[in-house]
């Protein structure tokens, strides 16, 4: 199953965002899968949910800590949730195996038992009981049986588990973390925003003070010398 893509994410941004909005996406990858999941014959949406599930334990392994205990808890839940569909994925895969092989075995054993017949008009039951593969049906038989029955019982065990997380907020409480996260930074880099263009308005007015000071001051230093020169000296009185 190809993996939903994530957008808006900034290489260059922080860890947190970034995370967050992976988190978002994978929550939603594996909560789509409901309720066609709970469907006892849904083989392939099942293994989808473990694939899903897999991923979104992998990302809460490498960034939960920017989001507490709901990623704790969510991580540890994937990580059960992929175990049991795992579990259920072997037996799907095994029981054809089984079954073919069985299969296989009945067909040597049927050409066998032909060949032994000869030229009879008829088949003599007594050479079927005789199969050269005969003592390894039943063997194959209940391995299909124990994989069927314990199929059914791990698919218990997985509606089980899954209501009881969606019950819980297992996944609502790890959505809401992260969207809490993203936006407690939307709002930080505005207050940030907003700081720095009250800093950069303070330094500005108080360069304009400075600069207005120092106008001031060359002003007062342009009066005086324009007094000094108005002003008459005194002449010098006669040796």
Known sequence: MKARPVKKLDPAGPLGENAARIIQVRVEELRSFDPKTLDP???ETQHD???AAKRLRYVLETTGFCF???ADTARRRARDLQDILGEMHDCDVMLPRVLEHLAELRERDAVAVRARAGNAPDLDPRLAAGAPHRTSYRGLEVLATY??????LLFDRFVAYWQRQEETGTWA???RAVSNYVENARLARRAAKRAERAQAKLEAADQARTNAAARAARAREEQERTRRAATPRPARRPR
């Open 41 to 43: 014959g849904a083989i």
């Open 49 to 51: 949910m473990r694939i």
């Open 68 to 70: 507490g205990r709901p």
């Open 147 to 152: 994989l069927k029955a314990r199929r059914l």
């Open 173 to 175: 409480r790890l959505e």
